[in-house]
């Protein structure tokens, strides 16, 4: 036994043997009689033929196991033994200085949904005939004649599971296609993920058929890549199979692969000692050398059929968002109801529009993701060619999807989050599926791009360590809203700069937060797109039927030189024209002016979020006589409603909303003492948390500035806080209402820890839930009294609640 990985290091060009067959029908193997049957009943015979391809010339032999899975061999054999006794023959025959590769052909089976297999199922099947192999001897698993990318990932993955050998893989194309519709782009891309040792094509008409394969392999592989052709077409002469090509003809044709810098080469069907000789031949004294790999992706995700390259000079991938049922009811039902009609009318919209790869993501109330995700992963698999971003916080449903996707999907997402890198990273690796790498760590959102550099630095230290290759990880820039955080948006620039530059990543963030809040977004989020493209952004997790985000999309990939001759942008946009203005100009009353005339200086105050001069106007008013509580009713409660009855329309957004809250807060502080001086009944008081496991607490602060502003006692308890903290403090303070917050799918369910406890404490607070994933149909179904829609709507609701508690 040798290390053949640092074989491939060095500078042979590694000779491997020829056919089996025939050699093995010269001794005696009947027609249509198991090659691995024959060889346990005749040892001797494989002893000897493995020992003519070592004196042929071979440093590496394979053993006689093309045939070996259970789909092949007669039930109730033992496949483990079978495989492990023919390894064992050609260890023997190997002695010293000749490795061993252990060979696993195809099952024959297809996976679902071509056919009724699992993918778990062939790597289960796989894995014990490898498993032999392992114990056998060999030095490395062989993969051979594979026509199906899923068939060869399972194989990878059974490798993976049983031993530690390198792995290499061939497959057979027809022309430039497998079987099965895989180009050697998306082989080599998928292959390379899965980290393969040697990536290989064998079989088919002969080394003229190669040549564009090996060419495609050359420039796009960084992986020592193998090629095995046949000794020519097959035609039958005689009621035999008969290769024409002679070994000396073989063996100038195919050492011509070395010039594109293969680095191992032998024969298929009918090569025989001779041909290996003769090849073996031409090499003396060559070198391997490899050509420098120009197409070689930054990172790849490949389907089935395509592969989708990121970073370097690729354009930019729009990745289609719309298959999130995170506001669309129709969807979420059908998932829960386990039907996708929508979902896959959702792709074709998005895959027409021009998105590169499919958001997948179920999360939804009621719907069992470990299920529905792989599932409609299999349907999209049926109807779509393009690549998938499996989009999921439950671990055991990614698995599960990864499992039902035939190539190297993209995932959704690895964070800093305790256990995550740990869980999910080998199992990506594994699987060869690259991840996007989310920026956060602890229950804090980090703001500057140093913040975000360093927890990325972290993560990147960490995936190092358990062997995670960079060529899988897309760093999420992670666009936060400027409504509220003004320096996000150059933040995400600086960070993507940065992965670009320092670390060579490729980056992706979800475009539409970066407007949320604010009128026009569709302006907002072009713009800051083709700010992030010049940055040397990657990826934009967006709706590519947005108009308007497509066309920035082009013209800068035009701009930036990544569509030679401007050839995609000519071909999408030759018959465009200016689209009409998407807004009018502002209205007297939406600018502030004649739906504010009249009203007095303090309400005019809180409408504009002017802070600064609501004390002085309060300390005039007080002045002139009038009672705190006059002031606070007739001015500053009548302006925070303006505020939110424009945010409804949609003539104010998130912004406005925010300054006017911060402004009435301050009014009310000013009031504050002065109305506790005349307060006749208590406040209604309101216990606020954001849900055990989520960090975020924008809305949730939202909604108790406004609640304060309308005269409520609101105790934040803050965010990531558990039912029994809510519902203790709900107790000891006898609180009217219960506010429960949740920005995400996998959090929103501890929303009902909180109802049941309520229930059974027997306390009288009614519950109110919200947030951007809470629907009307959730809130009932966990019990809850209330959903709020937004800041407004919890004045609204929390006021109606009231009314049911008097």
């Not at 030095?139 to 899923?150: Q, Y």
């Not at 956060?440 to 703001?447: A, E, M, N, S, Y």
């Not at 060529?471 to 955080?485: F, G, P, Q, Y």
Request: aromatic share 4%; glycine share 10%; charged share 20%.
């Amino acid at each position: 036994m040798g290390d053949f990985r640092q074989a491939l290091g060095d500078g042979e060009i590694l000779v491997f043997d020829g056919a089996m067959g025939t050699l093995l029908q010269g001794r005696g193997l009947a027609a249509g009689q198991s090659p691995e049957l024959f060889g346990l009943a005749h040892p001797e015979a494989i002893v000897a033929t493995h020992r003519e391809y070592i004196e042929a010339g071979s440093r590496v032999i394979t053993s006689n196991t093309f045939g070996g899975t259970r789909y092949k061999l007669p039930p109730g054999t033992d496949v483990t033994a079978l495989s492990r006794d023919m390894a064992r023959l050609a260890r023997q025959a190997a002695g010293q200085g000749v490795f061993v590769a252990g060979s696993v052909g195809p099952t024959g089976q297809f996976v679902a949904p071509l056919g009724k297999a699992s993918l778990a199922e062939l790597v289960a099947a796989f894995a014990t005939q490898i498993k032999g192999l392992a114990e056998g001897g060999c030095d490395l698993i062989v993969g051979e004649t594979h026509f199906d990318l899923a068939e060869a990932k399972a194989l990878v993955l059974a490798a993976r599971q049983v031993c530690s050998l390198p792995v290499a893989v061939c497959m057979t194309f027809e022309g430039a296609v497998s079987l099965t519709g895989s180009g050697p782009e998306v082989f080599a891309d998928a292959m390379e993920n899965l980290g393969v040792d040697l990536v290989g094509v064998n079989c088919g008409a002969g080394p003229d058929d190669m040549r564009l394969v090996a060419e495609v392999f050359s420039r796009r592989l960084s992986t020592p890549f193998f090629v095995k052709p046949n000794a020519g077409m097959p035609r039958l002469e005689g009621g035999r199979t008969v290769f024409p090509m002679g070994p000396e003809e073989f063996a100038e044709k195919t050492a011509r692969f070395a010039d594109l810098g293969a680095k191992a080469l032998s024969g298929c069907c009918g090569t025989t000692p001779a041909h290996i000789k003769a090849l073996a031949g031409a090499l003396a004294g060559r070198t391997h050398t490899r050509p420098e790999a120009v197409d070689r992706p930054v990172l790849a995700v490949t389907s089935r059929a395509l592969t989708v390259t990121l970073g370097g000079k690729s354009p930019c991938a729009v990745i289609g968002e719309r298959i999130n049922p995170t506001g669309k009811a129709g969807l979420a039902a059908e998932l829960a109801a386990g039907e996708f009609a929508q979902a896959l009318a959702f792709a074709e919209e998005q895959v027409a529009a021009g998105a590169a790869i499919l958001d997948v993501n179920v999360g939804a109330p009621m719907v069992d993701e470990t299920v529905v995700l792989p599932g409609l992963a299999v349907e999209l698999t049926k109807r779509q060619q393009t690549p998938l971003c499996l989009d999921s916080n439950n671990a055991d449903a990614l698995v599960a999807a990864l499992y039902a996707s035939p190539a190297t999907p993209l995932v959704n997402s690895i964070s800093g989050e305790p256990g995550r890198m740990e869980r999910l990273g080998p199992i990506c690796r594994d699987h060869g599926a690259p991840f996007i790498l989310l920026p956060l760590k602890g229950r804090k959102l980090p703001v500057t791009a140093a913040e975000r550099l360093a927890i990325i630095e972290e993560l990147l230290v960490q995936a190092d360590g358990l062997g995670i290759p960079r060529r899988l990880i897309l760093v999420d820039a992670l666009a936060l809203t400027v409504s509220s955080k003004p320096e996000a948006a150059l933040a995400c620039l600086e960070t993507i700069r940065h992965c670009r530059e320092r670390w060579g990543l490729p980056t992706v963030l979800g475009l539409s937060n970066i407007s949320f809040g604010l009128p026009a977004r569709e302006l907002v989020n072009a713009a800051f797109f083709a700010m992030c493209l010049g940055a040397g952004l990657s990826a934009a997790i967006a709706n590519p039927n947005v108009p308007r985000l497509m066309e920035t999309s082009g013209a800068c990939e035009v701009l930036l030189a990544r569509d030679p001759q401007a050839g995609r942008f000519i071909g999408r946009f030759a018959g465009w024209t200016p689209a009409a203005p998407s807004g009018a100009a502002p209205t007297a009353a939406s600018a502030g002016g004649a739906g504010e005339e009249g009203a007095s200086p303090l309400r005019q105050a809180v409408v504009r979020g002017r802070r600064a001069e609501l004390d002085g106007l309060i300390d005039a008013a007080l002045a002139e006589g009038r009672a705190a509580a006059d002031i606070l009713s007739e001015d500053l409660i009548p302006g925070i409603m303006d505020v939110g009855e424009r945010y409804e329309r949609k003539e104010f957004f998130l912004p406005q909303l925010l300054v006017a809250a911060e402004a009435m807060r301050a009014g009310f502080t000013r009031l504050e003492p002065l109305l506790a001086e005349t307060a006749g009944a208590a406040k209604a008081r309101i216990v606020m948390a954001t849900v055990e496991g989520d960090i975020h607490d924008i809305g949730k602060n939202i909604v108790c500035l406004m609640l304060k502003n309308h005269g409520f006692e609101v105790i934040d308890l803050g965010k990531d806080v558990p039912a029994a903290t809510i519902v203790a403090e709900a107790e000891a303070r006898d609180a009217d209402v219960i506010g429960l917050s949740a920005l995400m799918t996998t959090t929103m369910v501890r929303m009902e820890d909180t109802v049941r406890l309520v229930r059974e404490r027997g306390l009288r607070a009614k519950v109110m839930v919200g947030g951007a994933v809470v629907t009307e149909a959730f809130a009932k179904s966990i019990g809850a009294h209330a959903r709020a829609a937004d800041a407004v709507d919890a004045v609204r609701q929390a006021k109606a609640l009231l009314g049911a508690n008097a």
